[in-house]
């Protein structure tokens, strides 16, 4: 017995392993330093550490992509933080998350009081990255 008064309180999906980062907006992944997630029924939580290269200098939307589990409907938002980052001249404290876009992949937005994403040019020259996203399954 689980001990739960209704089949609702029932824990209905964990799950624990790696994932392998992309980045589908331009960009090579280097060395994955390492790429764990945890699911705990629809909330997954990914943490990633990995070298990157070539990231174009163009006004594309810099995206992380290869999440394990597809996100939720646009609109269902996530969210995370950057631990680290080496490069590319981007100050990610001023950086907000957001998922849903693509399925698989989570893009930026600038916190500066309007929509702005982070682009690949803001990236550009980057090398090495650390963070963490959550966000809702599908």
Same mark, same amino acid.
């Given at each position: 017995?689980?001990?739960?008064?209704?089949?609702?309180?029932?824990?209905?999906?964990?799950?624990?392993?790696?994932?392998t980062p992309t980045l589908p907006a331009g960009?090579?992944?280097?060395?994955?330093?390492?790429?764990n997630f945890t699911r705990i029924g629809n909330l997954c939580h990914c943490w990633i550490h990995f070298n990157t290269s070539s990231i174009?200098?163009?006004?594309t939307y810099f995206r992380? #992509? %290869?999440?394990?589990? $597809?996100?939720a409907a646009a609109g269902a938002y996530g969210g995370g933080g950057v631990n680290y980052a080496q490069g #590319? %001249?981007?100050?990610? $404290?001023?950086?907000g998350f957001n998922t849903g876009l693509?399925?698989?992949?989570?893009y930026f937005h600038k916190i500066n009081?309007?929509?702005?994403?982070?682009?690949?040019?803001?990236v550009n020259g980057m090398v090495n990255w650390v963070g963490h996203i959550w966000y809702w399954t599908a």
């Open positions: 017995t689980t001990g739960a008064a209704t089949v609702a309180e029932i824990l209905d999906h964990y799950e624990e392993g790696t994932w960009g090579t992944v280097g060395t994955i330093n390492g790429s174009p200098d163009n006004s992380v #992509g %290869g999440l394990p589990f $597809t996100s #590319g %001249g981007y100050d990610w $404290t001023n950086a693509s399925g698989t992949a989570v009081d309007s929509t702005d994403t982070i682009a690949n040019s803001d």
